[in-house]
């Protein structure tokens, strides 16, 4: 029997949890499994992961039976946010996928369903960071028409998207 490579995405639930752990690891070390992890990877993984809540939004990327992906949202506020934190009511998005996936439109269209799910649920723009070393996520995300608001945080760079418009 043939292994199945259809992607579907489905939305993120709490037994998602352990698996945007993972992910979370790859957005901090850009995919790199042996990459170094900085000396606050574990506080900022309670912001990303611990204090997330599937009510935030969330989608989770399947090749087959393998997940291949996510992306998942932060309410941040003034006082607690996470890098690509822009204003209070606009979700953070936080993306990775799974580097033997990399290169197939994954992360386009994980993008794509947030920016949808945002607007589903009221949001009227999501944000992000890019680290000014990742020139791969800040072509695909100037490409879906994410904008550079000049603000930076931990040194990168704080971009945000209006959900109403098309992507």
């Known amino acids: 029997m043939p292994l199945n ?22 957005t901090e070390t850009f995919g790199d499994e042996h990459g170094a992890l900085d000396d ?14 599937p009510e935030h939004g969330g989608i989770i990327a399947w090749i087959g039976n393998t997940p291949a992906g996510g992306i998942w ?20 998005v936080a993306l990775a996928v799974e580097g033997r996936y ?7 269209k994980l993008l794509t369903a947030a920016i949808k799910l945002a607007n589903e649920i009221g949001a009227p723009g999501v944000s992000l960071s890019v680290d000014p070393k990742n020139n791969r996520a800040r072509r695909l995300y100037e490409r ?10 931990h040194g990168h760079s704080i971009m945000i998207r209006d959900t ?3 992507s």
């Open 40 to 53: 606050d990877f574990d506080e900022w993984a309670d912001y990303y992961v611990q204090d997330w809540v």
């Open 73 to 92: 949202m932060r309410w941040g506020d003034d006082e607690r946010h996470g890098f690509g934190h822009a204003q209070k009511g606009i979700p953070e």
């Open 102 to 108: 990399k290169g197939r439109g994954i992360g386009t």
């Open 5 to 26: 490579e259809e992607l579907y995405l489905r939305r993120a639930t709490e037994a998602d949890r352990t698996y945007l752990y993972r992910l979370n690891f790859l």
């Open 164 to 166: 109403t418009e098309n």
């Open 144 to 153: 879906l028409g994410f904008k550079h608001t000049g603000k930076t945080n």
